[in-house]
C-alpha cells in the first residue's frame, strides 16, 4: 500500500504540473520502482499517459523495454498507442519488431504512420517486405514514413524515388507536403532542386513544407562538416 501511495503522489504530481524534472529523472532511474510505476500508469488519463512518453522521448532510460513492450499491448488509447510507437521504435530493437507490426494495420492512420516510423528505426532487412505495401497507403504520413525508412536500402531507392515523384504529382496537397518533408528528413542533395522550386508555390501550407524542409536539409549540412 506504502509504494501505490508514493506512485499515486507522482500522479497527482503530475496532474497538478507540480512534478520537477529531476524528480521524475531520478524515480525512472531506480528500477526497483519501475515494476509499480508501469502496473499503475496503464490506468491512467490520457495526459498523463502522453506526458510520460513525451519525457522518455526526451531522456530515454534503460531497462524499460518489457514495460513499454506491455503497456503497448494492453493500451486501448489511439492517441497513447501511437506515442508509445515511437517510444518503443526509439529503442531500435529488432525483437521488437513482432509486437510492433500489427499496427500497421490500424484503420487509424496516426497509428499507422507512428508505426511506419516506429518499425523504420528498426536497422533490419526484414522491415522491407512489411514496409512495401504501405508505399501505397491512402494516408500521406504514412506513405512519406514508409518512402523514408526503405530510402535506407539502396536497392529499393529507385522504386522509392518514384513514389515521391507520384506524391508530389497527387492532386491531394497533403500529399505534396509530406513528400517535401521527407526530402528535407534525408537530406539528400537528389530532392534540393525540388525544395526551392515548391517554396514559390501559392498553396501556403506546401510553401511551408518545403521552407521546414530546406532549413532541415540546411542543418544537416551544417552538422556534417562539423
Known amino acids: 500500500m506504502a509504494i501505490e501511495q508514493k506512485e499515486n503522489d507522482i500522479f497527482h504530481k ?42 522518455l522521448l526526451r531522456s530515454p532510460k534503460p531497462g524499460l523495454e518489457k514495460f513499454l513492450v506491455e503497456w503497448l499491448n494492453q493500451e486501448k488509447n489511439d492517441k497513447v498507442i501511437a506515442r508509445l510507437l515511437i517510444v518503443i521504435g526509439e529503442l531500435r530493437h529488432e525483437e521488437f519488431l513482432e509486437q510492433l507490426l500489427p499496427f500497421l494495420k490500424s484503420s487509424d492512420r496516426r497509428v499507422r504512420a507512428n508505426a511506419v516510423e516506429g518499425i523504420g528505426k528498426i536497422e533490419s532487412e526484414k522491415i522491407k517486405e512489411h514496409l512495401l505495401p504501405l508505399l501505397e497507403d491512402g494516408d500521406n504520413r504514412v506513405r512519406a514514413n514508409a518512402a523514408m525508412a526503405l530510402w535506407a536500402y539502396p536497392k529499393m531507392r529507385e522504386q522509392v524515388r518514384g513514389i515521391f515523384m507520384s506524391m508530389l504529382s497527387n492532386k491531394d496537397k497533403w500529399m505534396q507536403a509530406s513528400a517535401l518533408y521527407a526530402f528535407g528528413e534525408l537530406g539528400i542533395n537528389d530532392f534540393l532542386d525540388y525544395l526551392f522550386n515548391y517554396l514559390m508555390n501559392e498553396d501556403e501550407d506546401i510553401c511551408r513544407n518545403a521552407l521546414i524542409a530546406l532549413l532541415g536539409f540546411a542543418e544537416k549540412a551544417l552538422s556534417g562538416r562539423e
Open 14 to 55: 503530475l496532474e497538478h504540473d507540480e512534478l520537477y524534472l529531476e524528480d521524475f529523472d531520478a524515480y525512472l532511474n531506480d528500477p526497483g520502482k519501475h515494476q509499480d510505476f508501469f502496473r499503475i500508469l496503464p490506468g491512467k488519463n490520457e495526459m498523463i499517459k502522453l506526458l510520460v512518453l513525451d519525457y
